[in-house]
Structure formats: structure tokens, C-alpha cells
């Protein structure tokens, strides 16, 4: 069995306050994008748990991917032990804002459930609601990747509300020779309390309203950002935005001439890696 995990851009995103348990308390709007890493399952004649991960640019220790973690917790949730190979491409850049652990460890969890399901239950082995729990375990943004479509997300994560007339648009996304840890990215940025937000509905709102409070300290600790925005403008982007806590930066567009002139004349200005993509309304693992 083999799945696409698909990476995501913030167009919208508030820190609203610090919670007592540790984590923020946020309001954003979180859109998936076709770049995409993939898994590939197969079952292993009871050699239990066989992962292994090829285009990383990070190592870890082997129970801290987010992979594992993610069918560690489903064995003990399923009652099931997980004799299975398991391999790990990766495309989406790590430490951009851009998701792609939080991707890979829903769709396991997706998968495990396929794979793992009894014939009276085809729908999957767990219900919705037990994956909802674990993917929240696993990370704040785990639980969006469970069924990614264009969502408003508040909470840390765990009040999803799909946003249906949310406008698709072509993206380039440009991630900078430079990694930003997301608790690095909060430790600079002043929550601001508020309690009315933006709609998005169409291409003037998106571009009347893009804002990440994340900028507010991002963009001067690290003024490449701040340079990578202005590439994307002066190349016929309408809007340009950090993704969520960086270092990827991407720019909007909404006619393909001008993102495959602009993919292609950055691909030339700039080393870093650069992606060319578009949002998506709808993924499906299998």
C-alpha cells in the first residue's frame, strides 16, 4: 500500500494567548497544497516494525519520527502489533512551517487503520474519534491531515471547521538554506487577544487579509525571510507569506503564466530549494 501525505500553507494565523497547558491558543486558516511525501506500507511475516526513511535532511532517533510515534500508538489503541515495512520518501522540506511530519503521521495512522480493519468494520479499525485522540497526541496539527481540506482551526488544533467556498490558487514556495524550531518561533512573538477574524471567500479577501503574527518577530531575526518575500512580489506574486512558524515562504498567484514565469525566473535567481504547486479542496489517502 503506498499514500501521498500532502504538506500545507497558513494563510491566515493569530496567536491569541498562552494556555495553561503550555500551548497556544490559535486562530488560523490551514490549506493542504499538492506537494506531497510518500508511504509505503507492506505487510513483513511478523519481523514487527521495519522503518526506514530515504530524502530526509535531519536524523533522529528512530522512536522520535513522528512515523513511528504515530504506529506506536496505534498498536496500543488497536490491540495490534504492526509487522510491517515501512518506508518513508521525502519531498516536503523539514522545519519550513509546511507540515510535512504532521502529514506523514496522519496518513500512518489512516493507513494503519485500512490495513488493520476487520471485515465488519470497513470504514476502518478505529473510529473517527479514537484517530482524532491520537493524532492530537501526536501534534497539533496531526488532526488536520486526518482528512485535509481548507480548514478554520482554532484551539491548538483540535477545533477543526472546514471552510467550503475557500478560493484555490498556484503557489510558489521557496524554502530558505535555514530551519526554524517551532518553539524557537514562539519564543519572540506577543500573543494579541481578539475575538474577530476575517472571511475568505474569494481572491481580494485572501489578499486583503494574509497575516502571520509569527512575521511580527520572524522577519527580524531572519531577514532572508523578509528577502524572499520581496523576490515573490517583484515576480507577479499578489501576496507573499511565511508559512506558519518557517522558514518556508510562499507566494500566491492566480493565473499559471505568471507562476511558471516566476518558478521559473527564481529557479535562477535563488539556490534554495523552490516548489511550484497549488492548493488542494479535497485529499484522499487510499
Known amino acids: 500500500m503506498k499514500i501521498l501525505t500532502p504538506a500545507k500553507i497558513n494563510p491566515l494565523l493569530y496567536i491569541l494567548s498562552k494556555r495553561e497547558d503550555g500551548f497556544h491558543e490559535l486562530y488560523m486558516h490551514m490549506v493542504p497544497v499538492n506537494l506531497f511525501d510518500s508511504l509505503s506500507f507492506s505487510k513483513n511475516n511478523k519481523k514487527g516494525l521495519n ?20 504506529v506506536r500508538l496505534f498498536e496500543k489503541a488497536a490491540g495490534v502489533i504492526a509487522d510491517l515495512d515501512i518506508m518513508l520518501e521525502k519531498h516536503i522540506p523539514s522545519g519550513a512551517g509546511l507540515g510535512g511530519g504532521s502529514g506523514n503521521a496522519a496518513g500512518t495512522l489512516q493507513a494503519l487503520n485500512h490495513i488493520f480493519r476487520l471485515p465488519s468494520t470497513p470504514a476502518g479499525l478505529l473510529t473517527k474519534e479514537t484517530l482524532f485522540e491520537l493524532a492530537l497526541e501526536l501534534g497539533s496539527d496531526v488532526p488536520f491531515f486526518l482528512e485535509p481540506v481548507p480548514c478554520e482551526i482554532r484551539g491548538r488544533g483540535e477545533k ?36 474577530d477574524f476575517p472571511q475568505v471567500k474569494s481572491f481580494a479577501d485572501l489578499k486583503s487579509h494574509l497575516n502571520n503574527q509569527f512575521e511580527t518577530s520572524l522577519l527580524s531575526q531572519y531577514p532572508l525571510l523578509s528577502e524572499l518575500k520581496s523576490l515573490l512580489l517583484q515576480n507577479g ?3 507573499a507569506l511565511v508559512s506558519g512558524s518557517g522558514s518556508a515562504v510562499f507566494g500566491i498567484f492566480n493565473k499559471k503564466d505568471q507562476q511558471k514565469h516566476a518558478f521559473k525566473n527564481l529557479s535562477c535567481l535563488y539556490p534554495g530549494q523552490i516548489f511550484s504547486c497549488e492548493t488542494l479542496t479535497t485529499h484522499r489517502y487510499y
Not at 522503518?51 to 504515530?70: C, I
Not at 521557496?174 to 512573538?189: G, R
Open 160 to 195: 477543526l471547521n472546514p471552510l467550503i467556498e475557500y478560493p484555490e490558487f498556484l503557489l510558489v514556495i521557496i524554502k530558505p538554506d535555514l530551519s526554524i524550531p517551532t518553539p524557537v518561533a514562539y519564543q519572540n512573538c506577543i500573543p494579541e487577544d481578539r475575538t
Open 51 to 70: 522503518f526506514q526513511m530515504n530524502g530526509a535532511t535531519f536524523s533522529e532517533p528512530l522512536e522520535e519520527n513522528l512515523v513511528v510515534r504515530a
Open 237 to 239: 506574486a499578489f501576496g
